[in-house]
Structures are given as structure tokens and as C-alpha cells.
């Protein structure tokens, strides 16, 4: 059974940085694709960041140059980096892992930037 725990959110001034940390036990981790998401008041969950087990990464336009995901296969942990934070970064975030097509989604962490 894999788990998925997402820590580190919390309130940010315009600006600043935060770092998100995905906790990841279970499966073989460092075969996964693992993924940072995010979700709006009133919106759908929409991918952020994506990094593969050669640590090849992609981001939407909207944060690159700003965010920066990572992982550690010895630790099993996936983490993004968020710097330059806007308002509009504002949300919940969920690290999500696809083991071999199978999705795990952990239970999120709220980030809010805000003066």
C-alpha cells in the first residue's frame, strides 16, 4: 500500500518562498513519476510540476522560473521549491505518485500568499 504525505504549507507574504515536502512509503519509489498539483477555491486539481525517475521535469508556464521540484529516491521524498510567490499561487497543494499506472494522491497542504 503506498502512502502519500504532503507537509509544509502555510500563509506566505508576495514575494516570499515556501517549501512543500511529499512524505512517500510504500511501492518502489524510485520508479514513480511524482507530480505536484494544485487546486483553487472554486477550481479543478491541475498538475503544477512533474519530475520522472530520470529526474527529467516539466512545469506549467505559469510557475516556471519560479518553482522547482525535486526528489530523493533515498529518502522517498518529492519536494517543490516555490519562490516569488503570487496571490494567484494561492491553493491546495497534492503530491500524487504513478506507480506503474496506479494513482496515489495524498491529502494536501494549503498554501496561501497574501499580505
Known amino acids: 500500500q503506498v502512502q502519500v504525505v504532503e507537509s509544509g504549507g502555510g500563509l506566505v507574504q508576495p514575494g516570499g518562498s515556501l517549501r512543500l515536502s511529499c512524505k512517500v512509503s510504500?511501492?518502489?519509489?524510485?520508479?514513480?513519476?511524482l507530480g505536484w498539483y494544485r487546486q483553487r477555491q472554486g477550481g479543478g486539481r491541475v498538475p503544477v510540476a512533474t519530475?520522472?525517475?530520470?529526474?527529467?521535469?516539466v512545469y506549467i508556464h505559469a510557475v516556471e522560473g519560479r518553482f522547482a521540484i525535486s526528489r530523493n529516491n533515498a529518502e522517498n521524498t518529492v519536494d517543490l521549491q516555490m519562490n516569488s510567490l503570487k496571490p494567484e499561487d494561492t491553493a491546495d497543494y497534492y503530491c500524487?505518485?504513478?506507480?506503474?499506472?496506479?494513482?496515489?494522491w495524498g491529502r494536501g497542504t494549503h498554501v496561501t500568499v497574501s499580505s
Open positions: 510504500g511501492g518502489i519509489f524510485s520508479r514513480a513519476v
Open positions: 519530475i520522472w525517475s530520470n529526474h527529467t521535469t
Open positions: 500524487q505518485v504513478d506507480h506503474s499506472g496506479m494513482i496515489y
